[in-house]
Every structure is written in structure tokens, then in C-alpha cells.
């Protein structure tokens, strides 16, 4: 720790990159100084106690699929895991060294081949794709809706006639169109091909022959001369540590050997086929050919890639409209620092579910191409990350798990081996609480390692000078968008184009063709039955609505205005979905999707559990589905593209849109490869008309720090882990962090009434009064003071808890008063010192089933509710409406009822069960578990700081384990494969895939034909990423054996007879 720190301290004197000019920073306080701003701390604590209660936000929160408490970490020391990365190290530092030289090295390695493609295949295949077809054909919504046909139902809108006269040609039809669209779209590559000037082998790290041949040949030698250095100096180190038993020397011999295959295999994989495809084999791009149907980059992937300042390793902000293909740049950079630079790689994405996207994904990369894929997301995810004695690791994580992976190697002194991070939505960076982990994990990076590479992207972000301004970042951006996205508003039955050249914005486009019945017009005064039979069944349509009940009943209205006709679309499809809806749910299905899902039509928001949520999806991607009804949560969620977007008003929830949530929204129309145009219609009402003109038309909003205004989430969480991880413990070395954090960047505009010095000592000060860390000060001369801060054993827990320092008072409260008499007849006390306590102030019990509850409960049980101080009558009052006159604690006693959901799924573990018998949406019974699951094992490493609460190490780590499987142990197993849920794990157990081994055996192709509803590519990802798993889990053990079997360091005896030898 202490080593790790140290190192630490090292590596920031060194002038890594340019930081803002820091005015004052060297100047170190007087205590006068300290003292002054009292006044001003009790206010902005204050400020932000208030800022706190009043910014909770109910529900939202839990729309999403943030990683709420997925933040748990723990830094347990490993000296022998130190050891052991020394000696990797040593045999890494072989490709290592040459890390910027690798392409000219990996491509010289193979030359020959390089040069073979040269003439075969041009790099130059891999470009853009040419929009220049988005006129060509407006696809045959506009068609159908051109004539109603005579046999139309009365309530059936028009446009749904076209579809049901062509019903017999439509599927023909669309088959053709597709092929038609696919054609023209292979043979427009063809042409830009054709055209293209570039060949990437072409691109910067182009030598003359000559040259290139000299360093092929001194390259070998070097890398011989090296393997032979490496060779001797193992044997030398083996030797300087003889130990003095002969049964160690046998080990340490058997280890030697097992350590010069692993430092010739890494020299024979860095000299495997590098470098045709942006320095990367080959075998990369037939993989995105294989895998993901990509053949050729488009114009702006090529151009970013081959940057300058790409080449060179310099951060990179870049920023292209939605679906612009950002991702696969992102992919490629990671590859090659992979397989090229060989260091480890960090992707942070926003949510769980798109972590787990993106880990099923590029799992079969990870096996194709040698390296780990590692998931921290949710519960998963190890601290500090396993050290990998040859592969490199991919950690793929959410932004609360990024950052706990990013302390975890800044306090094992490993931050150094991440040499590239990669950061999806960028602009969350200005999104509260999120945005401000999200900037303090980038901020610890830029100052503790100047050799990690930082990029950014985001379809959304205006001031970006900001931004390159704390990255130290170059910027790239481009207008790019493979199908071009028509936008619409439609107000009445008038549909408008949005113009940017028209004079106010918007031009006329159509009036909206359609007969509505009395009835119909009552029930869809938006015409959103018509908009949407426009484009399904054959096209995909997602409907955004305000809120979660809004989507279901829009879901429902549709359905009912729907042709029977409809019904005969994918018929046997839709029934599987329906039947596997009710698998997973134990024979529980929601009554709206089951009269929803016959249409192709179903709801999508946080009210569904993650399994119905996954399996609808699947369904919407596969066509099944047409038409999601959904919240604003699906456009920043994972990537359900759709052909045309409607946005059913310009609101969320109770707001009005954001310009950002628009382009996010609509960004989802079109899909890149199957349509040729995508478009969206904003419905609105007359009255916010001229708001939704300036909407259209005004730049979309800056993104501001959020890393002071979130102060215990933000600043204060900062400052302790500065300290606990000993990244800077003095005032001086504080405030210099803090000049270079987004926040520094932004002061002036943010917060102009105070000086960043002032906030730094002010919330030192407020760490140091919640006892949370010590001054020190140290008189350096008679002038010269200087204060030092040292975590205490509460700050200690609170950061190895990653508890929010808003409660860590509280839990410590609330932990102690259960020492004096906690129940253990059953589980309810445990379970109530173990709910999440953000939860509890966005919770609302319903007294009357409260009542209920609690005239169920055991004596003992009761007992434990006496022990907190509700009692029954309190209970009973609430819930016949009398007036209570008693002072009560209201959040003790939400906390129990929330007590009393856990205590219920923990006994009933059905999810439907407890969510009936509560009457809230399962989703979020579900959110309540994850989330106490997490916040369980927060409080089991809090706990583990502090002495007095040792009784409680050994309750928590069983009743996280409960809370964290609350399905059956035996399908433990399979859940820990990425995109296994329950119902899926419950599948494969009875179809005899009982564990990881088995389902990393499975065959794909038998998998499909033995699991009902389950696709080819899902099959394949449960196969890949089941094989990753395990390749990770044998690694590490693996691992552990080496580990066992190396002699300490500390041997006695081995210095010396080192030091005896030489
Ligand atoms: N060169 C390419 N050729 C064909 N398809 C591509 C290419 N590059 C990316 N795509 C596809 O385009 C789709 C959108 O790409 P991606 O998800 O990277 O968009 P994005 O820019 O990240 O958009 P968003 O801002 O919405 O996240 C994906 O399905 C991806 O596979
Ligand atoms: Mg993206």
C-alpha cells in the first residue's frame, strides 16, 4: 500500500502532460485560512443537504438501468500477486517497450504478407459507405399510404389498407426491396471502392522496403537478443533466490521452464500476423465480416484511424451523429492496443445492459484473437482485476464499476498497465451523480499515469472545447450519417419536414391520410394509430411516450385499433414469445403484453424485469416485434434501431425535452444496412409549437461538472479517495487535482463566488469535522506550514464500502444500536440494516398492505420493529387515514416496509409473487434486490475496516450471497455467463447444460434446436462468452498455483544468498 503510494507520488512529480497553470497551488494554507471559511462551509453544507433532499428524484432513478450500488470494491493487498506482476512485467516488458513502435515492428515481422495483400487487397475496401442513395427510394411506407382500399374496416385507418390489399406481395415485396436495397448497397461500395485513394497499409506507418527490411532484420535480432537477455536473466534471478530446500529449488525449476514458454509465447503471438488491417491481423477484419457483417470502413472510421494524433497516441475526443458507426473505431484502437502494445484496456459504457451487449459481443474476439473479456457490471467484477501472465484483459464496464477497477489498480500501483480507456456518451460526464464518478475516474487517471490513453465519443456534445481542455484531448467530428434521417412534426393532421434552410425551421411535408371513426378520434385524438400502421408490420416502429403507464396504454390503444389481420403476422413467433414470457415468469404474464404481443406490439420500460426485458428485445431485433411503445430511457439504452421513431409528445414525464434527449431519441430511426432511410415525427399541440421550433433549431446543451454540486457523491467521495489511496494527501497536491478536473475547467462559469482553493479547504475541512480524515500539520520552518491528511478507520470504511458519505453517519449509527440487540430468529433485522438507504426516500408504502404485513409477523419479527421504534398501532393509523399526532421517523419506517419486500423475496424468491403482494412493478422489486444485494456486500467491506462491527463480517457475507442469487443454487453457475438470466439458466439446466463447462462445450447449432426461442447469434454468445469465463477462471487459478508455488520475496535467507552469489 504504502510501496503502491510511493510509486504513485513518483509518477506524478513527472511533468506528465500540460495541466491549467495553478495560480496559488504551491502556496500552502495558513491555518488562518483554514479557519476563515467556516461560515461559508456551514452554508454550503447546508446548501447541499438541502440541494440533496430536494434533487431526489422518485422513480427515474430506477428507470434506468444505472449500476446504483454495482459499485462495491475491495483493495485487498497481494504481496505475492506483486511479485508475480514484477516478474510478468520483466517478460512483458518486451513488447511493452517497443509499445509505439509496434507498428513498425509487427508489420515488419510480417512484411511479406503485408506486401502479398498489397497487391490482392487494397485497405482501401475499407471505407464509407455512400449516402448519396437516400433519395433513391422513400421505401414503401409512403406507398401504402397513398391509396385506402375500398374493404377498409370502418375503424381501421386508412394506411393499414394498402398493407392488407398487398398482404399476399408484401413479404414478397419486402424480400425483394431488401435485396434490392442490399444490392445497391454492395454495389455502391463497390464504386466508392473503386474510387478510393487510400490503402491503409499506406497510412502513416508506411517505410520504403529498404528501410522497412533493415528494421524486419534488426528487429529479429533484437527480439532474439532479448529473448536470450530474458532467458539469462531469469536464470539469474531463479539463482539468487536458490532456496535452501530442494523441494523448492524443484519448484522454482519447473517454474523457470513454465516461465521461459510463457515469455517465447508471447514473443511468437506479438509475431503472429500483425498489421494488415490498421496494424491488426487480418483474422480482425474477416472477424467483422464473420461476425458482424461489416465489410468495408466507412470514410470517416478510415480518416479518424489513421490521425495523426491517433498514431501518436494522443487523447481523442470524436463526436458523430447518432448510429455514425463510432463504436467501431472505438473497437479497432482497443484491438490494437490489445494485440499490439499488449496493455490492458478499460471500456466504460453507461448501463448493465449495455455492458452485457457489448461483453457478448466481443467475447468471440477475445477467443479468436487471445484475450480476456472481463465484465464489470452489476455484481460482477473482481478487486483488484486478476494479473494475467500473458493475455491482456478487456474490462468492460459501467461508469460506478469503472471507477471502482481504476482506485483498485492506483492502490495496487498497477494503473500503468491500462494502456488505453475508452469512454461511450461522453456527455454523461455533465449528468449528476454518474457524471461525476465518471469525471473523478478520469481525472485520477490523467494525474496518476502518463501513459494512459483517454478517449471520448458521444453523438450529443456541444462545448467540447471544455472537454479537450480537462482530457488534454484533439478533437475529430463529422456530419456522417450512413442512412439519412428525415425529421417531421406533426401538429393536427399537418405533417411539417424539419428545414433548416426554411425560414422558421420547418416546411410543409403532408396532410395525414387517414379515416377515422367518432370512436377512434376520441381514443387517438394524435393519430398515432395511423402513423404507426405506416410502417408495421414489415417496418419497425418505436413510440416514445412520457411516462411508463403512458407506453402501456398507448400499447394497449394501438392494439385495439388494430386490423385482425395483424394477428396472422409472425403468428407462431409471437406465440413462442408469449410462451417464454410465461416460462420465465413461472406462469405469470403481464396481462397488457398478452393481449399486446398477438399485434407484434409490446411495452418497454423499468417495470420489466430484466428477463422480459431481454427476451423482448431479442424479439423487436428479430422482427417478431414491430412496435415498442417505450420511455426515454430506451434511446440512451441499448441499440434497438427502429424505421421510424415517433415521439408521442415533447415531454418526459413532466418536462419538456431537452434538445439532447431529442437527437437521442430520434437518433434511433434508421437501421445502418437494412433501411435506406430512417424519420421521426414529433407530435405536438399547437400551444408548444413555438417552443418546439426553438427546440429544433437551438444547439444542443453544454454539459456541465457535476463534481461539486453532487458534494457527498462528488467532492467529498473525491478527496477521501485522494487520500485513502495516497494519490495526493496534502493541500497543495489537492488543489493541484483539482485544477485539473472538468470542474477546474469549468469554475469560473460554475461556481464564480468562490475560489477553487476555497472549495478544496472547504471541503477538506468538512471531511475532517465528519471525522472521516486527519490534519496534520507539520511545521516546516517558522513561516512554513504544511497540512497533510491521513484517512481515518471511519473514512477508511466509508471508501472501501464505496458508501455515499451522506449515510456513512447513519450506518455507523445504525450498525452500532444493532449490536446491542439484534434479532437473529429470522432475517428481518439483517435485512433492514442491509436497505439501500437512497431507496428509502423515494418509497411510498401503501398502509393498508403495510398493516397487513405487520399484523403477519412473528413475535420475533415483531420484535425487531419494536427494536426500531414502529410500532403496530402507528401502522394501523396510517392506514384507516387518522391523523398521528406521535413524532415517528418516516425514514425508519419506509425502511422497513422496503425490509419487508426483501424479507418477502427472500422467502418466496418469485419476483411476480412479492410484486402482487406489494403492488409495485416487478421491475422494480427487482431494482430493490440488485440494489440491496450491492449495498449488502458495501456494508460487509465497511464492516471490515472497522473492529467493533467483526460480529457482523460473517452474517453479511451469507446474506449478500442470498440476496445477490435469489433464484436456485444450482443455476448459479449458469448466471454468471453474461446475458444468462434466470428464465434462460433455468432452460439450459433442464435441457442438461448444468454448468460452465457445459455450456462452454455446447455446441451452438444443438443449443438452437434443444432451447425454445433461442437465436443463432444468441446461442453463439452464450457459447463464447461461457468459453471466456472459464479461459478467465482457469487462468486465474492458474494463477493462484504459480503463486503458491513461488518462494517470497521476503524469504529468509534468499537476500542474502543473492547477495553471497553475485
Ligand atoms: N463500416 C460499417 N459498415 C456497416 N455497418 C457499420 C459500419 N460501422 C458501423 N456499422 C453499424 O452501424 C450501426 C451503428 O453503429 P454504432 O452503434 O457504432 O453507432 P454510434 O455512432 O455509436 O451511434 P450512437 O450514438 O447511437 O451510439 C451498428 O449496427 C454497426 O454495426
Ligand atoms: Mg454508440
Known sequence: MDDGGSRIRRRVSLPKRKRPSLGRIFVAPTAAELERGDEKEEEMVAENRRRKTAGLIPVEHNDSEEDMFGDYDSFTENSFIAEADDLEQKYMQLPEHQKHATDFATENLCSESIKNKLSVTPIGNLTELQTDKHTENQSGYEDVTDEPG??????????????????????????????????????????????????????????????????????????????????STMTGNAKAQTPVFSRSKQLKETLLSEEINVAKKTIESSSNDLGPFYS?????????????????????????????????????IYSLPTSGGKTLVAEILMLQELLCSRKDVLMILPYVAIVQEKISG??????????????????????????????????????????????????????????????????????????????MTLAKILYTSKTTQIIGMSATLNNVEDLQKFLQAEYYTSQFRPVELKEYLKINDTIYEIDSKAENGITFSRFLNYKYSDTLKKMDPDHLVALVTEVIPNYSCLVFCPSKKNCENVAEMICKFLSKEYLKHKEKEKCEVINNLKNIGNGNLCPVLKRTIPFGVAYHHSGLTSDERKLLEEAYSTGVLCLFTCTSTLAAGVNLPARRVILRAPYVAMEFLKRNQYKQMIGRAGRAGIDTIGESILILQEK????????????????????????????????????????ATNLDDIYHFMNGTFFGVQQNILLKEKSLWEITVESL???????????????????????????????????????????CD????????????????????????????DLVSQCNPDWMIYFRQFSQLSPAEQNVAAILGVSESFIGKKASGQAIRKKVDKDVVNRLYLSFVLYSLLKETSIWTVSEKFNMPRGYVQNLLTGAASFSSCVLHFCEELE?????????????????????????????????????????????????????????????????????????????SAKMLLHEKAEALQEEVEELLRLPSDFPGAVASATDEA
Request: hydrophobic share 35%.
Open 150 to 231: 375500398a374493404d377498409l374496416l370502418y375503424d381501421v385507418p386508412s394506411s393499414q389498407a394498402m398493407y392488407f390489399e398487398n398482404l399476399q406481395n408484401a413479404s414478397n415485396d419486402f424480400g425483394d426491396q431488401f435485396m434490392k436495397e442490399r444490392d445497391g448497397r454492395s454495389s455502391s461500395h463497390n464504386t466508392v471502392n473503386e474510387e478510393l485513394p487510400h490503402n491503409c497499409i499506406e497510412q502513416p506507418q508506411q517505410n520504403d522496403e529498404s528501410s522497412s527490411k533493415v528494421r524486419t532484420s534488426s528487429d529479429i535480432n533484437r527480439r532474439t537478443s532479448i529473448k536470450d537477455h530474458l532467458k
Open 948 to 1024: 467493533e462491527f467483526w460480529v457482523y463480517r460473517a452474517l453479511l457475507v451469507e446474506l449478500t450471497k442470498k440476496l445477490t442469487y435469489c433464484v436456485k443454487a444450482e443455476l448459479i453457475p449458469l448466471m454468471e455467463v453474461t446475458g444468462v438470466l434466470e428464465g434462460r439458466a433455468k432452460q439450459l439446466y433442464s435441457a442438461g447444460y448444468k454448468s460452465l463447462m457445459h455450456l462452454a462445450n455446447a455446441n451452438p447449432e444443438v443449443l438452437i434446436r434443444t432451447i425454445d426461442h433461442l437465436s443463432r447469434r444468441q446461442a453463439k454468445q452464450i457459447v463464447s
Open 688 to 727: 408548444d409549437k413555438q417552443q418546439v421550433l426553438e427546440l429544433i433549431t437551438r444547439p444542443l446543451e453544454n454539459c456541465y461538472s457535476h463534481l461539486v454540486q453532487e458534494f457527498t457523491k462528488g467532492i467529498q467521495t473525491l478527496f477521501l479517495s485522494l487520500i485513502g489511496l495516497k494519490i
Open 810 to 837: 447513519i450506518l455507523y449509527r445504525d450498525l452500532k444500536k444493532g449490536l446491542e440487540g439484534l434479532v437473529l430468529e429470522s432475517l428481518l433485522h439483517l435485512i433492514y440494516l442491509t436497505t439501500p438507504y
Open 280 to 316: 491488426l491481423p487480418s483474422k480482425v477484419r474477416d472477424l467483422y465480416v464473420q461476425l458482424k457483417g461489416i465489410e468495408k470502413l466507412y470514410e470517416w472510421q478510415h480518416t479518424c484511424l489513421t490521425l495523426k494524433s491517433v498514431q501518436e497516441r494522443k487523447n481523442l
Open 765 to 807: 475541512r468538512y471531511l475532517t469535522e465528519k471525522g472521516l480524515v486527519q490534519k496534520d500539520t507539520i511545521y516546516k520552518s517558522e513561516e512554513e506550514v504544511q497540512h497533510n491528511f491521513h484517512i481515518t478507520k471511519l473514512g477508511r470504511a466509508s471508501f472501501k464500502g464505496t458508501i455515499d458519505l451522506a449515510y
Open 362 to 439: 466481443l467475447s468471440s474476439f477475445g477467443i479468436e484473437l487471445g484475450f480476456f473479456v472481463e465484465e464489470y457490471a452489476g455484481s460482477k467484477g473482481r478487486f483488484p482485476p486478476t494479473k494475467r501472465r500473458e493475455k491482456k484483459s478487456l474490462y468492460i464496464a459501467t461508469i460506478e464499476k469503472g471507477h471502482s477497477l481504476v482506485n483498485s489498480l492506483i492502490e495496487t500501483g498497477r494503473i500503468d498497465s491500462l494502456g488505453l480507456v475508452v469512454v461511450d456518451e461522453l456527455h454523461m460526464i455533465g449528468e449528476g451523480s454518474r457524471g461525476a464518478i465518471l469525471e
